[in-house]
C-alpha cells in the first residue's frame, strides 16, 4: 500500500524529457505509472495524488523502479538514498566471451 517495484523496459526514460516530442513529451514510466500502479488506499494517512519514482535508470538501461504511494514512504526512501544506506546491484548479460583481463 506504500510502495511499488516495476520493470522499466530499455529505451524507455524514468522521466518525460522536455524537447523530445514536440508538443507532447516522449513516453516515460513516470507517466505510465498513473496508469498501471494503484494509489494508496482512501484514508491511507500521507497519500499522494499519483504513484511517484523515487529514483531513475538511465534511458538504455532495464531495471527494477522503486515506487511510492505516501509522503512517509518517499521521505524515507529519500534520506535513504541520500545517506546511500540503500544497496544497489547492477547486472550485466554480455553476448560473446569478453577479453582475458591483463595487468
Do not use: C
Amino acid at each position: 500500500d506504500y510502495m511499488a517495484v516495476v520493470h522499466k523496459p530499455p529505451g524507455v526514460n524514468t522521466h518525460p524529457m522536455p524537447g523530445e516530442g514536440g508538443k507532447e513529451m516522449a513516453p516515460a514510466m513516470a507517466q505510465a505509472l498513473t496508469w498501471f500502479v494503484k494509489t494508496a488506499p482512501d484514508g491511507t494517512p500521507g497519500a499522494l495524488w499519483k504513484p511517484m519514482v523515487i529514483h531513475r535508470l538511465d534511458k538504455p538501461t532495464e531495471g527494477l523502479l522503486m515506487v511510492v504511494k505516501t509522503k512517509q514512504a518517499w521521505t524515507s526512501l529519500q534520506d535513504q538514498f541520500t545517506a546511500r544506506s540503500i544497496s544497489k546491484r547492477y547486472i550485466a548479460v554480455i553476448a560473446g566471451r569478453p577479453p582475458a583481463q591483463t595487468g
